[in-house]
T-cell receptor, first 113, second 111 residues
């Protein structure tokens, strides 16, 4: 069974803090993704990675960066958190071949005060 | 205009009812299509892929009309456990996965 885990379910930070959200998958998937989900807007792609040390911007990368030093781990970094980054953050992974399915982690609800 | 649009609902239906969800997408180059299901406070999970010929999985039927850029999901004989938000998902990319998610349609099946 595919397992995608995220470091925290709930996180509260202050404006200007540096925030790290960690995602780990145990299925040796090449592809990993970070989304944010907001009411009425659906999931929006922030960054994705098709391989170790590789990253590509999604639709809303501003204010975020990512790191993929190991295949199983994909980190999302908010360099200086702002209140408009309060959201649900979802990580997903998928294999390169065999399926288009993305497997999601449980999400991190981040509140920036 | 959003790239993927859905009726947000909520759809409140009695058990046993048939309910249909619609989805439209604006990018005619979109390559593959899916329905995901998201339970309250949970992560999205794949419900089914949508093929050009239409496909069925038990009580669920998905249809794709590329000419109209329209996707549908039909649920027959609704169960209480079908209550969830249904997300229409479009892959823009031919070689990778560049998914665009619709905002979702919320379904409540009532006893």
């Amino acid at each position: 069974d595919v397992k995608v885990t995220q470091s925290s379910r709930y996180l509260v930070k202050r404006t200007g803090e540096k925030v790290f959200l960690e995602c780990v998958q145990d299925m040796d998937h090449e592809n990993m993704f970070w989304y944010r989900q907001d009411p009425g807007l659906g999931l929006r792609l922030i960054y994705f990675s098709y391989d170790v040390k590789m990253k590509e911007k999604g639709d809303i990368p501003e204010g975020y960066s990512v790191s993929r030093e190991k295949k199983e781990r994909f980190s999302l970094i908010l360099e200086s958190a702002s209140t408009n980054q309060t959201s649900m953050y979802l990580c997903a992974s998928s294999p390169v071949e065999g399926t288009d399915t993305q497997y999601f982690g449980p999400g991190t609800r981040l509140t920036v005060l | 205009r959003k790239e993927v649009e859905q009726d947000p609902g909520p759809f409140n239906v009695p058990e046993g009812a048939t309910v249909a969800f619609n989805c439209t997408y604006s990018n005619s180059a979109s390559q593959s299509f899916f329905w995901y299901r998201q339970d309250c406070r949970k992560e999205p999970k794949l419900l089914m892929s949508v093929y050009s010929s239409g496909n069925e999985d038990g009580r669920f039927t998905a249809q794709l009309n590329r000419a109209s850029q329209y996707i549908s999901l039909l649920i027959r004989d609704s169960k209480l456990s079908d209550s969830a938000t249904y997300l229409c998902v479009v892959n823009r990319d031919n070689y990778g996965q560049n998914f665009v998610f619709g905002p979702g349609t919320r379904l409540s099946v009532l006893p």
